[in-house]
């Protein structure tokens, strides 16, 4: 009688389960990711087919060889994915995230080269100064949206050449910066360098731990405070929510500060990691290129559906295919571009693998109640003949 009454509501938690937002989400993204394989499979069979088993196993798993790389490219583009990913959930695109991802970066190397400070404090306020240079470049369009209603889209675009140029420029005019031997900016002192985690032949540092303890506070803000509701409710709809009492102007512009400062971060963690040449540290060349790391983050966003736990596993797998994409064009021969395109492909799917989840999900739901209506008919007819 016990298990009667247990299985009912078994069955009640299963299906709660499965129906939550989150499962839903996440085989979503396992959706994406299983189709862009399939497909860049295939395109890996069409530019070499006597190589795309090995080249495609290798992609899969020759991260694991780098697990340090994986988790040091994987920390910039977490932070510039969580920066696209918070204005997504505000109601905002912030595809300026290269541009604001390039100024942290700068403030960054100013404080390093530019200010003396002892060892255990000269590296924070490398990683502050980054994320302050990066809500300077997230503010403005911030203000533009908040009081003129000027499209985000485009003072974000724009704001990534302006940020770029300008870096550029700043870094060719500083001696102590700018290394003109080697056209690119000298390396860091120790003292302004992001600790080391002590994985030999690797850059990963203390900044992947601190990207994924931000990602946490940030998701628990979000849906765990007054403050984050209002920001959500705020990118839900401006109008009902400024009806409510809530400030929209201030949350549009709290929203692109906030969303700044962790693309700025990412910048900062970039630049700072330790160089695996022991003393030495990363380097920037200004050759006025946009920063692949934001538009990166758009990608993650994507795949990780806004969610920053979700994001936080999104950039490891995005880092992890880009790390065996590495190894496939050394030994295989395959382009580098071979893998942006598989990685396209993911992106791709996950625009509508949303879509696809439900409409299957609605499918298994139609079948399995039109089998219960098959049967329920016979079952109803056989308790009348017993009432009988």
């Not at 395109?43 to 088993?53: G, L």
Request: proline share 3%; hydrophobic share 50%.
């Amino acid at each position: 009688m016990q298990n009667n009454q247990a299985s009912p509501k078994f069955k009640d938690m299963i299906t709660g389960i499965t129906k939550s937002k989150a499962v839903s989400t996440f085989t979503a993204a396992l959706l994406a990711i299983a189709l862009g394989l399939i497909f860049g499979f295939i395109v890996m069979i069409v530019a070499k087919p006597e190589n795309s088993w090995y080249g495609f196993t290798t992609m899969l798993f020759g991260g694991l060889r780098r697990l340090g790389d994986v988790f040091y490219y994987a920390t910039p583009i977490l932070m510039t994915g969580l920066s696209v990913g918070f204005a997504f959930k505000m109601g905002l695109f912030n595809i300026g995230a290269s541009g604001q991802y390039t100024m942290g970066m700068f403030f960054a190397l100013y404080v390093g080269f530019m200010w003396k400070l002892p060892p255990g404090i000269h590296w924070i306020a490398c990683v502050l100064a980054g994320m302050v240079g990066g809500m300077i470049w997230g503010f403005i369009p911030g203000i533009c949206k908040a009081l003129a209603n000027v499209n985000e889209v485009i003072t974000s675009i724009m704001f990534n050449y302006i940020g770029m140029y300008l870096v550029d420029m700043w870094i060719q005019g500083n001696a102590v910066i700018y290394d003109s031997g080697k056209t690119r900016t000298s390396y860091l002192p120790v003292s302004a360098q992001i600790p080391s985690l002590g994985v030999t032949g690797s850059n990963v540092n203390v900044a992947i731990i601190i990207a994924i303890a931000l990602a946490v506070i940030l998701y628990i803000v979000l849906n765990k405070t007054t403050f984050g509701y209002e920001l959500r409710a705020t990118g839900y709809n401006r109008y009902a929510s400024k009806y409510a009492g809530m400030n929209d102007k201030r949350n549009t512009m709290l929203t692109m500060l906030i969303a700044g400062g962790f693309s700025g971060l990412g910048g900062a963690f970039a630049i700072l990691a330790p160089s695996t040449i022991i003393g030495s540290s990363m380097t920037y060349e200004p050759i006025n290129v946009i920063a692949a790391n934001g538009f990166n983050g758009i990608a993650v966003a994507l795949l990780g559906s806004s969610n920053p736990i979700g994001i936080i596993f999104s950039a490891l797998f995005i880092s992890h295919i880009q790390r065996g994409g590495t190894v496939v064009s050394s030994l295989y021969g395959y382009k580098p571009e071979i893998i942006d395109v598989v990685i396209a492909i993911i992106i791709y799917f996950s625009a509508f693998a949303m879509l696809m989840n439900s409409n299957v999900a609605r499918m298994i739901k139609k079948r399995r109640l039109a089998k219960e209506a098959s049967g329920n008919p016979g079952n109803d007819g056989q308790q009348d003949r017993k009432e009988a």
